[in-house]
Protein backbone atom coordinates (compact mmCIF):
# COMPACT_ATOMS: atom_id res chain seq x y z
CA UNK A 1 0.00 0.00 0.00
CA UNK A 2 1.55 3.10 -1.21
CA UNK A 3 0.81 6.66 -0.11
CA UNK A 4 -1.25 8.85 -2.47
CA UNK A 5 0.87 11.97 -4.03
CA UNK A 6 0.16 14.53 -1.66
CA UNK A 7 1.20 18.66 -2.42
CA UNK A 8 4.52 18.97 -0.55
CA UNK A 9 3.13 22.07 1.33
CA UNK A 10 0.37 23.56 -0.17
CA UNK A 11 -2.30 25.49 1.68
CA UNK A 12 -5.79 26.67 0.43
CA UNK A 13 -7.33 29.05 2.70
CA UNK A 14 -9.05 32.30 1.51
CA UNK A 15 -8.52 34.71 4.59
CA UNK A 16 -4.44 33.48 4.32
CA UNK A 17 -4.37 34.16 0.53
CA UNK A 18 -5.90 37.66 0.83
CA UNK A 19 -3.09 38.64 4.06
CA UNK A 20 -0.62 37.51 1.65
CA UNK A 21 -1.63 39.66 -1.06
CA UNK A 22 -1.39 42.67 1.07
CA UNK A 23 1.97 41.48 2.30
CA UNK A 24 3.22 41.59 -0.98
CA UNK A 25 2.45 45.30 -1.60
CA UNK A 26 3.00 46.32 2.41
CA UNK A 27 5.63 49.31 1.81
CA UNK A 28 8.83 48.26 4.21
CA UNK A 29 11.30 51.08 5.27
CA UNK A 30 14.52 48.96 3.48
CA UNK A 31 16.49 52.06 2.94
CA UNK A 32 15.71 53.15 6.74
CA UNK A 33 17.06 49.31 7.45
CA UNK A 34 20.03 50.17 5.50
CA UNK A 35 20.72 53.60 7.32
CA UNK A 36 20.42 52.05 10.68
CA UNK A 37 23.03 49.36 9.77
CA UNK A 38 20.46 46.45 9.51
CA UNK A 39 21.29 45.39 6.28
CA UNK A 40 24.69 46.29 4.14
CA UNK A 41 24.20 48.88 1.10
CA UNK A 42 24.88 45.76 -0.70
CA UNK A 43 22.50 43.82 0.22
CA UNK A 44 20.29 46.39 0.04
CA UNK A 45 21.21 47.06 -3.84
CA UNK A 46 21.03 42.95 -4.37
CA UNK A 47 17.16 43.32 -3.01
CA UNK A 48 16.16 45.95 -5.39
CA UNK A 49 17.60 43.75 -8.14
CA UNK A 50 15.52 41.22 -6.95
CA UNK A 51 12.26 43.05 -6.56
CA UNK A 52 12.76 44.23 -10.15
CA UNK A 53 13.61 41.10 -11.49
CA UNK A 54 9.80 39.50 -9.52
CA UNK A 55 8.05 42.37 -11.16
CA UNK A 56 9.30 41.94 -14.57
CA UNK A 57 9.65 37.96 -15.05
CA UNK A 58 7.36 35.78 -16.74
CA UNK A 59 6.98 32.44 -16.48
CA UNK A 60 7.59 30.16 -13.26
CA UNK A 61 10.37 32.52 -11.88
CA UNK A 62 12.77 29.91 -11.87
CA UNK A 63 15.52 32.39 -12.78
CA UNK A 64 15.36 34.38 -9.66
CA UNK A 65 16.41 31.45 -7.23
CA UNK A 66 19.71 32.74 -6.84
CA UNK A 67 18.58 35.31 -4.38
CA UNK A 68 17.23 32.78 -2.00
CA UNK A 69 20.24 32.85 -0.02
CA UNK A 70 19.63 37.09 0.15
CA UNK A 71 16.38 36.29 1.45
CA UNK A 72 17.46 34.03 4.44
CA UNK A 73 20.14 36.33 5.22
CA UNK A 74 17.46 39.05 5.38
CA UNK A 75 15.19 37.09 7.32
CA UNK A 76 18.15 36.06 9.91
CA UNK A 77 19.35 39.27 10.01
CA UNK A 78 15.86 41.65 10.67
CA UNK A 79 13.49 41.63 13.43
CA UNK A 80 10.35 43.89 11.98
CA UNK A 81 6.67 41.87 11.67
CA UNK A 82 5.82 43.22 8.39
CA UNK A 83 9.61 42.79 7.09
CA UNK A 84 9.62 39.23 8.16
CA UNK A 85 6.14 38.54 6.57
CA UNK A 86 7.11 40.00 3.27
CA UNK A 87 10.49 37.80 3.15
CA UNK A 88 8.74 34.70 4.21
CA UNK A 89 6.35 35.47 1.28
CA UNK A 90 8.97 35.79 -1.53
CA UNK A 91 10.71 32.72 0.02
CA UNK A 92 7.64 30.80 -0.25
CA UNK A 93 7.68 31.85 -3.94
CA UNK A 94 10.89 30.67 -4.68
CA UNK A 95 10.74 27.53 -2.61
CA UNK A 96 7.94 26.47 -4.90
CA UNK A 97 9.61 27.26 -8.25
CA UNK A 98 12.38 25.39 -7.09
CA UNK A 99 11.09 22.16 -5.69
CA UNK A 100 12.19 22.43 -2.30
CA UNK A 101 15.88 23.01 -0.83
CA UNK A 102 16.96 25.76 1.31
CA UNK A 103 19.00 24.14 3.81
CA UNK A 104 20.09 24.47 6.92
CA UNK A 105 19.98 27.58 7.28
CA UNK A 106 16.47 28.52 6.07
CA UNK A 107 15.53 25.41 8.29
CA UNK A 108 17.05 27.70 11.29
CA UNK A 109 15.44 30.89 10.35
CA UNK A 110 11.95 29.19 9.88
CA UNK A 111 12.17 27.61 13.13
CA UNK A 112 13.05 31.37 14.55
CA UNK A 113 10.14 33.03 13.08
CA UNK A 114 8.00 30.27 15.18
CA UNK A 115 9.27 32.09 18.37
CA UNK A 116 7.26 35.43 17.09
CA UNK A 117 4.10 36.11 18.59
CA UNK A 118 2.10 36.40 14.96
CA UNK A 119 0.28 33.60 13.32
CA UNK A 120 0.85 34.53 10.04
CA UNK A 121 4.45 34.58 10.13
CA UNK A 122 4.38 31.23 12.40
CA UNK A 123 2.24 29.47 10.09
CA UNK A 124 4.05 30.61 6.58
CA UNK A 125 7.15 29.54 8.04
CA UNK A 126 5.31 26.09 8.79
CA UNK A 127 4.68 26.34 5.18
CA UNK A 128 8.39 27.04 3.80
CA UNK A 129 9.56 24.12 6.97
CA UNK A 130 7.40 21.42 5.16
CA UNK A 131 8.23 22.86 1.67
CA UNK A 132 12.01 23.10 2.51
CA UNK A 133 11.92 19.08 3.50
CA UNK A 134 8.91 17.71 0.99
CA UNK A 135 9.21 19.59 -1.89
CA UNK A 136 10.99 16.92 -3.54
CA UNK A 137 9.81 13.23 -4.56
CA UNK A 138 13.19 12.06 -3.16
CA UNK A 139 14.38 12.54 0.41
CA UNK A 140 17.22 10.96 2.34
CA UNK A 141 15.78 8.56 5.16
CA UNK A 142 18.61 10.86 7.14
CA UNK A 143 17.84 14.06 6.44
CA UNK A 144 13.87 13.21 7.40
CA UNK A 145 15.00 11.90 10.51
CA UNK A 146 17.83 14.85 10.74
CA UNK A 147 14.24 17.58 10.38
CA UNK A 148 13.05 18.66 13.98
CA UNK A 149 9.24 17.26 13.52
CA UNK A 150 8.75 17.90 16.83
CA UNK A 151 9.55 21.13 17.36
CA UNK A 152 7.19 21.44 14.42
CA UNK A 153 4.29 19.75 15.82
CA UNK A 154 4.13 21.23 19.35
CA UNK A 155 4.00 24.80 17.18
CA UNK A 156 1.55 23.51 15.31
CA UNK A 157 -0.79 22.31 18.28
CA UNK A 158 -0.83 25.80 19.85
CA UNK A 159 -2.24 26.70 16.48
CA UNK A 160 -4.73 23.65 16.34
CA UNK A 161 -5.99 25.51 19.97
CA UNK A 162 -6.65 28.87 18.35
CA UNK A 163 -10.19 30.21 18.47
CA UNK A 164 -9.41 31.47 15.05
CA UNK A 165 -10.94 29.34 12.48
CA UNK A 166 -8.16 30.63 9.74
CA UNK A 167 -5.05 29.46 12.45
CA UNK A 168 -6.56 26.20 12.77
CA UNK A 169 -7.71 25.15 9.33
CA UNK A 170 -4.27 26.22 7.67
CA UNK A 171 -2.41 24.77 10.75
CA UNK A 172 -4.30 21.21 9.86
CA UNK A 173 -3.36 21.93 5.92
CA UNK A 174 0.26 22.11 6.71
CA UNK A 175 0.31 18.95 9.03
CA UNK A 176 -1.74 17.12 5.93
CA UNK A 177 1.62 17.62 3.84
CA UNK A 178 3.89 17.09 6.76
CA UNK A 179 2.42 13.63 6.97
CA UNK A 180 3.89 12.81 3.40
CA UNK A 181 6.30 11.60 4.97
CA UNK A 182 6.70 8.63 7.20
CA UNK A 183 8.93 9.15 9.66
CA UNK A 184 6.84 12.31 10.50
CA UNK A 185 3.82 9.81 10.92
CA UNK A 186 6.07 7.87 12.99
CA UNK A 187 7.20 10.75 15.28
CA UNK A 188 3.39 12.34 15.52
CA UNK A 189 2.24 9.20 16.95
CA UNK A 190 5.05 9.19 19.73
CA UNK A 191 4.57 9.74 23.25
CA UNK A 192 6.47 13.78 22.76
CA UNK A 193 3.70 14.55 19.91
CA UNK A 194 1.02 12.68 21.66
CA UNK A 195 -0.59 16.22 22.62
CA UNK A 196 -1.22 17.80 19.65
CA UNK A 197 -2.26 14.40 17.68
CA UNK A 198 -4.48 14.95 21.02
CA UNK A 199 -5.42 18.22 19.49
CA UNK A 200 -6.04 17.18 15.96
CA UNK A 201 -8.87 14.97 16.87
CA UNK A 202 -10.29 17.60 19.00
CA UNK A 203 -10.39 19.60 16.02
CA UNK A 204 -12.60 16.69 14.21
CA UNK A 205 -14.66 16.85 17.78
CA UNK A 206 -15.31 20.50 17.30
CA UNK A 207 -17.02 20.20 14.33
CA UNK A 208 -19.74 17.89 15.81
CA UNK A 209 -20.68 20.36 18.90
CA UNK A 210 -22.53 23.57 18.65
CA UNK A 211 -20.30 26.78 17.65
CA UNK A 212 -20.19 29.82 19.69
CA UNK A 213 -19.30 32.83 17.74
CA UNK A 214 -17.97 35.85 19.16
CA UNK A 215 -16.45 39.17 17.75
CA UNK A 216 -12.58 40.98 17.69
CA UNK A 217 -9.73 39.10 16.37
CA UNK A 218 -5.93 38.78 17.33
CA UNK A 219 -2.83 38.12 15.43
CA UNK A 220 -2.30 39.35 11.97
CA UNK A 221 -4.01 35.63 10.70
CA UNK A 222 -7.15 36.32 12.49
CA UNK A 223 -10.37 35.78 10.67
CA UNK A 224 -14.03 36.06 12.73
CA UNK A 225 -13.16 35.04 16.26
CA UNK A 226 -14.92 31.49 16.94
CA UNK A 227 -14.76 28.64 18.94
CA UNK A 228 -15.19 26.10 16.98
CA UNK A 229 -14.94 25.10 13.16
CA UNK A 230 -16.77 27.57 10.63
CA UNK A 231 -15.84 25.27 7.40
CA UNK A 232 -17.10 22.10 9.36
CA UNK A 233 -17.34 19.65 6.21
CA UNK A 234 -13.97 21.17 4.60
CA UNK A 235 -12.10 20.69 8.14
CA UNK A 236 -13.73 17.00 8.95
CA UNK A 237 -11.94 16.20 5.34
CA UNK A 238 -8.67 17.46 6.33
CA UNK A 239 -8.50 16.01 9.65
CA UNK A 240 -9.90 12.62 8.76
CA UNK A 241 -7.45 12.86 5.90
CA UNK A 242 -4.54 13.66 8.50
CA UNK A 243 -5.57 10.06 10.39
CA UNK A 244 -5.53 8.88 6.65
CA UNK A 245 -1.84 9.17 6.55
CA UNK A 246 -1.08 7.70 9.25
CA UNK A 247 -3.13 5.02 8.89
CA UNK A 248 -0.78 3.73 6.41
CA UNK A 249 1.70 2.70 9.35
CA UNK A 250 1.08 -0.83 10.62
CA UNK A 251 1.97 0.14 14.18
CA UNK A 252 -0.20 3.18 14.23
CA UNK A 253 -3.21 1.86 12.46
CA UNK A 254 -3.40 -0.99 15.08
CA UNK A 255 -3.53 1.37 18.26
CA UNK A 256 -5.04 4.44 16.67
CA UNK A 257 -8.52 3.69 17.85
CA UNK A 258 -7.46 2.42 21.48
CA UNK A 259 -5.61 5.69 21.89
CA UNK A 260 -8.04 8.38 20.05
CA UNK A 261 -11.51 6.30 19.40
CA UNK A 262 -11.01 7.29 16.06
CA UNK A 263 -13.65 4.75 14.63
CA UNK A 264 -16.74 5.66 16.76
CA UNK A 265 -16.23 9.59 15.82
CA UNK A 266 -15.62 9.11 11.88
CA UNK A 267 -19.06 6.99 12.30
CA UNK A 268 -20.74 9.26 13.56
CA UNK A 269 -19.72 11.94 11.12
CA UNK A 270 -20.21 9.48 7.98
CA UNK A 271 -23.71 9.20 9.21
CA UNK A 272 -24.51 13.22 9.21
CA UNK A 273 -22.50 14.70 6.49
CA UNK A 274 -24.07 15.27 3.42
CA UNK A 275 -20.31 15.73 1.08
CA UNK A 276 -19.53 12.53 -0.38
CA UNK A 277 -15.84 13.46 -0.08
CA UNK A 278 -15.96 13.48 3.71
CA UNK A 279 -17.68 10.29 3.22
CA UNK A 280 -14.82 8.85 1.10
CA UNK A 281 -12.05 9.81 3.30
CA UNK A 282 -13.75 8.34 6.48
CA UNK A 283 -14.28 5.17 4.02
CA UNK A 284 -10.84 4.70 3.15
CA UNK A 285 -9.33 5.51 6.56
CA UNK A 286 -11.76 2.21 7.76
CA UNK A 287 -10.45 0.13 4.87
CA UNK A 288 -6.50 0.82 5.76
CA UNK A 289 -7.68 0.32 9.64
CA UNK A 290 -8.95 -3.00 8.61
CA UNK A 291 -6.46 -4.58 6.11
CA UNK A 292 -3.86 -3.22 8.31
CA UNK A 293 -4.67 -3.84 11.45
CA UNK A 294 -7.68 -6.13 11.57
CA UNK A 295 -7.39 -8.12 15.20
CA UNK A 296 -7.23 -4.71 17.04
CA UNK A 297 -9.85 -2.71 14.55
CA UNK A 298 -12.98 -4.89 14.24
CA UNK A 299 -14.15 -5.42 17.79
CA UNK A 300 -14.55 -1.05 17.89
CA UNK A 301 -16.04 -1.17 13.98
CA UNK A 302 -18.63 -3.63 15.42
CA UNK A 303 -18.80 -1.86 18.52
CA UNK A 304 -19.33 1.83 17.03
CA UNK A 305 -22.12 0.22 14.35
CA UNK A 306 -20.27 0.41 11.32
CA UNK A 307 -21.67 -2.36 9.65
CA UNK A 308 -24.93 -0.62 10.08
CA UNK A 309 -23.46 2.55 8.53
CA UNK A 310 -22.03 1.05 5.63
CA UNK A 311 -25.55 -0.45 4.75
CA UNK A 312 -27.18 3.05 5.25
CA UNK A 313 -25.06 4.95 3.18
CA UNK A 314 -24.99 1.88 0.48
CA UNK A 315 -28.44 1.84 0.33
CA UNK A 316 -29.56 5.19 0.73
CA UNK A 317 -26.94 7.46 -0.79
CA UNK A 318 -26.15 7.57 -4.61
CA UNK A 319 -22.20 8.46 -4.58
CA UNK A 320 -20.95 9.50 -7.97
CA UNK A 321 -16.91 8.12 -7.25
CA UNK A 322 -17.15 4.35 -8.31
CA UNK A 323 -14.20 3.83 -6.18
CA UNK A 324 -15.98 4.82 -3.07
CA UNK A 325 -19.31 2.41 -3.65
CA UNK A 326 -16.51 -0.18 -4.43
CA UNK A 327 -14.97 0.15 -1.33
CA UNK A 328 -18.52 0.55 0.67
CA UNK A 329 -19.47 -2.93 -0.77
CA UNK A 330 -16.29 -4.74 -0.35
CA UNK A 331 -15.76 -3.07 3.48
CA UNK A 332 -19.23 -4.28 4.31
CA UNK A 333 -18.29 -7.55 2.91
CA UNK A 334 -15.25 -7.81 5.08
CA UNK A 335 -16.89 -7.03 8.16
CA UNK A 336 -20.31 -9.56 7.65
CA UNK A 337 -17.72 -12.41 7.88
CA UNK A 338 -16.93 -11.21 11.68
CA UNK A 339 -20.37 -10.56 12.40
CA UNK A 340 -22.25 -13.37 10.63
CA UNK A 341 -21.60 -16.19 13.20
CA UNK A 342 -21.52 -13.88 16.27
CA UNK A 343 -23.32 -14.91 19.57
CA UNK A 344 -24.19 -12.37 21.94
CA UNK A 345 -20.89 -13.46 23.81
CA UNK A 346 -18.87 -12.61 20.83
CA UNK A 347 -20.71 -9.29 20.76
CA UNK A 348 -19.56 -9.25 24.61
CA UNK A 349 -16.29 -10.15 23.67
CA UNK A 350 -15.67 -7.69 21.09
CA UNK A 351 -16.97 -4.59 23.18
CA UNK A 352 -14.95 -5.24 25.76
CA UNK A 353 -11.95 -5.88 23.92
CA UNK A 354 -12.65 -2.45 22.39
CA UNK A 355 -12.13 -0.58 25.77
CA UNK A 356 -15.73 1.32 25.13
CA UNK A 357 -18.00 -0.62 27.54
CA UNK A 358 -22.03 0.90 27.40
CA UNK A 359 -25.19 -0.53 28.59
CA UNK A 360 -25.76 -2.86 26.13
CA UNK A 361 -28.96 -4.92 26.95
CA UNK A 362 -26.18 -7.87 27.46
CA UNK A 363 -25.20 -6.17 30.52
CA UNK A 364 -28.59 -5.64 32.29
CA UNK A 365 -29.54 -9.58 31.42
CA UNK A 366 -29.62 -12.09 34.11
CA UNK A 367 -30.21 -14.56 32.13
CA UNK A 368 -26.92 -13.47 30.30
CA UNK A 369 -24.85 -13.93 33.26
CA UNK A 370 -26.18 -17.37 34.40
CA UNK A 371 -25.73 -18.49 30.71
CA UNK A 372 -22.09 -17.24 30.86
CA UNK A 373 -20.80 -16.69 34.06
CA UNK A 374 -18.21 -20.21 33.62
CA UNK A 375 -16.70 -18.90 30.57
CA UNK A 376 -15.33 -15.74 32.07
CA UNK A 377 -13.08 -18.11 33.96
CA UNK A 378 -11.52 -19.51 30.53
CA UNK A 379 -8.26 -19.12 29.36
CA UNK A 380 -7.13 -18.09 33.58
CA UNK A 381 -10.05 -15.60 34.01
CA UNK A 382 -9.27 -13.76 30.44
CA UNK A 383 -12.56 -11.43 30.33
CA UNK A 384 -12.00 -11.14 34.31
CA UNK A 385 -8.52 -9.41 33.98
CA UNK A 386 -9.62 -7.44 31.07
CA UNK A 387 -12.49 -6.01 33.03
CA UNK A 388 -10.08 -5.14 35.72
CA UNK A 389 -7.67 -3.84 33.40
CA UNK A 390 -9.95 -1.22 32.11
CA UNK A 391 -10.54 -0.06 35.81
CA UNK A 392 -6.98 0.87 35.60
CA UNK A 393 -7.18 2.51 32.17
CA UNK A 394 -6.57 6.08 32.09
CA UNK A 395 -8.31 6.99 28.96
CA UNK A 396 -11.19 4.69 29.71
CA UNK A 397 -14.96 6.96 30.03
CA UNK A 398 -17.07 7.21 32.74
CA UNK A 399 -19.48 4.73 31.24
CA UNK A 400 -16.71 2.55 30.45
CA UNK A 401 -15.71 2.06 34.06
CA UNK A 402 -19.49 2.13 35.73
CA UNK A 403 -20.24 -1.03 32.80
CA UNK A 404 -16.78 -2.55 34.32
CA UNK A 405 -18.34 -2.27 38.20
CA UNK A 406 -21.25 -3.38 36.92
CA UNK A 407 -19.93 -6.59 35.59
CA UNK A 408 -17.33 -7.72 37.99
CA UNK A 409 -20.49 -7.72 40.96
CA UNK A 410 -22.67 -9.66 38.41
CA UNK A 411 -19.26 -11.90 38.15
CA UNK A 412 -19.54 -12.17 41.85
CA UNK A 413 -22.87 -12.46 42.37
CA UNK A 414 -23.20 -15.60 40.10
CA UNK A 415 -19.50 -17.25 41.33
CA UNK A 416 -19.06 -17.67 45.07
CA UNK A 417 -15.29 -17.86 44.82
CA UNK A 418 -15.09 -14.51 42.41
CA UNK A 419 -14.12 -12.75 44.95
CA UNK A 420 -11.31 -13.95 46.21
CA UNK A 421 -10.42 -13.83 42.00
CA UNK A 422 -10.69 -9.94 42.49
CA UNK A 423 -8.72 -9.42 45.52
CA UNK A 424 -5.75 -11.63 44.55
CA UNK A 425 -5.65 -9.39 40.14
CA UNK A 426 -6.32 -6.02 42.25
CA UNK A 427 -9.58 -5.57 41.05
CA UNK A 428 -11.20 -5.26 44.38
CA UNK A 429 -8.72 -2.57 45.31
CA UNK A 430 -9.38 -0.70 42.32
CA UNK A 431 -13.30 -0.53 42.82
CA UNK A 432 -13.28 0.66 46.48
CA UNK A 433 -10.72 3.30 45.46
CA UNK A 434 -13.68 3.77 42.26
CA UNK A 435 -16.25 5.05 45.29
CA UNK A 436 -14.59 7.69 46.52
CA UNK A 437 -11.88 9.23 44.10
CA UNK A 438 -14.39 9.03 40.55
CA UNK A 439 -16.07 12.48 40.04
CA UNK A 440 -19.27 10.77 37.90
CA UNK A 441 -21.96 9.40 40.08
CA UNK A 442 -22.56 6.40 37.86
CA UNK A 443 -19.31 5.02 38.35
CA UNK A 444 -19.24 5.93 42.41
CA UNK A 445 -22.93 3.50 42.33
CA UNK A 446 -21.84 0.92 40.32
CA UNK A 447 -18.69 1.15 42.57
CA UNK A 448 -20.57 0.60 45.48
CA UNK A 449 -22.98 -2.00 44.20
CA UNK A 450 -20.01 -4.26 43.28
CA UNK A 451 -18.40 -3.42 46.80
CA UNK A 452 -21.81 -4.16 48.26
CA UNK A 453 -22.00 -7.70 46.27
CA UNK A 454 -18.06 -8.83 47.41
CA UNK A 455 -19.07 -8.06 50.89
CA UNK A 456 -22.79 -9.89 50.73
CA UNK A 457 -21.23 -12.76 49.15
CA UNK A 458 -18.42 -13.07 51.52
CA UNK A 459 -21.17 -13.03 54.71
CA UNK A 460 -22.84 -15.56 52.88
CA UNK A 461 -20.50 -17.66 52.42
Not at 270 to 299: G, M
Request: contains cysteine; hydrophobic residues 45%.
Amino acid sequence: MTVPDVPGAMVNNQFFEEFTDKVRVKPIPWEGYSRAGLISSDELRELKEYQHLAHSTTGDGRGLTGYMGLLVRLTEKLSSIDALQYLLVQIDDLLGDSCGGGGEELQRCMFRCLEKKDDYLGLKACKILIGSIAGCSALAVAEQREFAYARLFGYLERCMRSELTSVVDVAVQVMQSALRAPYARTVLFGEDCAPCLAQLVGVLRRTQQPLAHGAGSAGSAAGPRTRGVVAVPQTQYEVVFCLWLLSFERPIAAALDRRLDVIALTAEIARSTVKEKVVRIVVALWVNLLRLAAPANVPAMLVGRVPACLATLGAGRSFKDEDLRTDLKQLSEDLAEHTGVMTTWDEYLNELASGKLAWSPAHRSEQFWKLHIRRMDENDHRVVRQLADLLAEPTASETALAVACHDLSQYVRFNPDGKRLLARIGAKARVMALMTTSKCPDVRYEALLCVQQIMLNAWRN
